[in-house]
């Protein structure tokens, strides 16, 4: 399957991007999960985007990259998602490695905190996040902080 990556600031985003992303989050986020939030929290604006396009170019997959700060004094990646259609091939994986690789460009080798879906846990951990022990309900989905933190500090 062929996929291109990007990684754009907001400003950068075309209406049509943003469109496609939002729609992939409320798709997965409140269609699927069955999940009644807020999703546009404000926060998008001030976020850089990591978007994965299918040969087609639609929007397949996406997270975003959270500057220090604005939700937790480190770096964060939250909203990762992918289309049903692409999960299961490692794709997932390739998403938190171009979302690391970029946010360790960005903001330097620094720690990187997450809110991460506790069935997700192991995934997360398989890129180098730690449970920081706070588990807890978001939207009525049991959630764990986790925190990557480079062998470097």
């Known amino acids: 399957m062929h996929l291109e990556w990007q990684v754009k600031h907001y400003p950068e985003l075309s209406t049509n991007e ?6 992939l989050r409320l ?14 929290d404000g926060k ?28 937790y004094p480190e770096v964060a990646i939250g909203r990762v998602v992918l289309d049903q259609s692409i999960r299961g091939n490692g794709i997932g994986h390739d ?21 991460a879906q506790k069935h997700l846990e192991n995934y997360y951990q398989h890129h180098g996040f730690e449970s920081t022990g706070k588990e807890y309900l978001e939207d009525e989905i049991p959630h764990v902080e986790m925190l990557y933190t480079p062998s470097n500090l």
């Open 18 to 23: 943003f469109h496609d992303i939002i729609a």
């Open 27 to 40: 798709k997965a986020f409140v269609v699927e999960q069955n999940c009644s939030y807020l999703d546009l």
């Open 44 to 71: 998008d604006k001030k976020c850089y985007h990591v978007i994965c396009r299918d040969g087609f170019g639609n929007v397949v997959a996406t997270a975003r990259i959270v500057p220090p700060g604005l939700s």
């Open 95 to 115: 998403l938190m490695k171009q979302s690391m690789k970029f946010a360790t460009e960005e903001f330097g080798n620094v720690p990187i905190r997450i809110s």
